[in-house]
């Protein structure tokens, strides 16, 4: 009856009914309750059925459920504006004055790569129209639309679509835990942007923006980079008037231990997408951030100027509402609960090595953010490694909900869990590598 998805149709695996949710907790209709370890797709970054944000969506549907945004505002969607421009301030100035809404992160993506292009063609200078191209990074993951997937590194998820993509430059994603040219950070120069810089000297006028997730490339392995290589890449990119994207639909929202990655790296991107934790997981809301100089090139009477985008959700009210009590709750305790959690996820990591040594590898951790690789004998590294859906169907059989991408084991789990649930995550992760998944 119902097409899920990210799961092969034809599996062994039934599917779990659940009928209820309360802080990192969901629990079966068989009445067993299980410890949601990574946030249910990395969105319930406060538990579910937080009682702030909940009060706030019933508070809203007593006032306004939804109206067009086309032509129209409301309350909860400038209230909601205004938070977010604040939360970007770096070195106490804001980094962007605009937010367009939509409602997923894949859509964040579109509005970002459709504003970019016709930035250039608003805008109109003399080389602007040789504009057509994008830079990509092989493990980047940007989301399952065309022109996201057309940002997107090749996996499982866009290789079978990559004849409908439109022109990139695809460029070796940075690997800053497994070096490729084996350097450490005392004496990494970026070299890993070497041809990246070689090519732009050559092509910068045909391309319109780099598209990057900043600090942590997700869903393709959780692979961490530096505030350096960052750093680099706006570098790279002001010198030759190219745009820079950051896709934040992850990493926003305290992920990584700030408001937003950019942040942690000290760099102004021209355009922000921020999705995911942004209602704390309870109903469907993005944003595009873009700055001044963007925005200028669109604010004219000229009808053709104008971004003729819209989504038929944009600005929902409910959602709004959503998110501004969820960055209440950011305000109020975000930093702490995630500064203690990647203590306790180091801890962990330290153990892990321990018991384990050799048989897993790179233990990484950022933020609320724990990931690691269990060496297996099979040469897939990658989504589709079966280790992974092992690992999670014995630690699920424990409690405990994770999803391996392949290999690479990882845990996001709400800011606040409780640091009981997070030992038994711990333990049972512990136990499951230890018995069954170990050479």
């Known amino acids: 009856m119902i097409w899920h998805p990210m799961t092969i149709q034809r599996s062994e695996n039934s599917l779990i009914r659940i009928e209820r949710g309360e802080g990192e907790f969901i629990y079966t209709d068989k009445g067993a309750k299980i410890i949601d370890a990574i946030s249910s797709w990395w969105t319930v970054i406060h538990g579910h059925n937080h009682p702030h944000i909940m009060d706030a969506i019933r508070k809203q549907t007593s006032e306004l459920d939804h109206v067009i945004f086309a032509g129209f505002t409301h309350p909860k969607a400038e209230l909601l504006a205004r ?3 604040n939360s970007t301030k770096l070195n106490n100035e804001f980094s962007f004055s605009k937010v367009f809404f939509s409602d997923n992160g894949s859509n964040a993506i579109e509005i970002a790569l459709k504003i970019a292009l016709q930035f250039f063609r608003n805008r109109n200078k003399k080389t602007d129209h040789k504009r057509k191209s994008f830079v990509r990074f092989s493990l980047s993951y940007h989301g399952d639309s065309i022109g996201a997937m057309s940002v997107g590194g090749d996996s499982v998820f866009t290789r079978i679509f990559r004849d409908l993509a439109f022109p990139t430059k695809e460029f070796q994603s940075p690997n800053c835990v497994r070096c ?6 005392e004496s990494c120069s970026t070299e890993c942007l070497d041809d990246f810089r070689k090519s732009m000297e050559q092509v910068s006028e ?14 393709n392995g959780m692979v961490f980079h530096s505030d350096r290589y960052l750093r680099e ?6 010198d030759y008037g190219i745009l820079l994207i950051l896709d934040e639909v992850f990493t926003g929202m305290y992920r990584t231990g700030s408001w937003y990655a950019f942040q942690k790296a000290t760099i102004k991107p021209d355009i922000v ?19 001044d100089e963007i925005y200028s090139e669109f604010d004219s009477p000229d009808p053709n100027k104008a971004f ?6 944009s600005g929902n009210p409910l959602a709004c509402a959503a998110a ?6 950011l305000e109020e305790s975000g930093a702490n609960q995630v500064k203690s959690l990647e203590t306790k996820l180091n801890l962990f990591g330290n153990n892990l090595l321990k018991r384990l040594g050799d048989r897993i590898r790179d233990f990484r951790v950022l933020g609320a953010i724990a990931a690691f690789e269990v060496e297996v004998e099979l040469g897939r590294d990658e989504y589709l490694n079966p280790v992974g859906a092992k690992i999670r169907k014995a630690c699920l059989d424990n409690g405990v909900l994770i999803r391996p991408l ?3 084991v990882y845990i996001t789990p709400p800011y606040n869990i409780a640091e009981q649930s997070l030992e038994t995550v711990f333990t049972v992760l512990t136990n499951v590598l230890e018995k069954e998944f170990t050479h």
């Open 324 to 329: 501004i009590a969820s960055m209440e709750i």
């Open 206 to 219: 045909d391309i319109v923006a780099v598209i990057l997730e900043p600090l942590v490339s997700g869903a």
């Open 180 to 185: 490729p040219y084996q350097l450490k950070p």
């Open 308 to 313: 003729f985008h819209g989504h038929t959700m």
């Open 83 to 85: 938070k977010i421009l």
């Open 406 to 408: 392949g290999n690479t």
């Open 233 to 238: 890449v706006r570098r790279i990119t002001q």
């Open 273 to 291: 997408c921020l999705a995911k934790g942004l209602t704390g997981g309870t109903l469907p809301l993005a944003l595009t951030l873009t700055t």
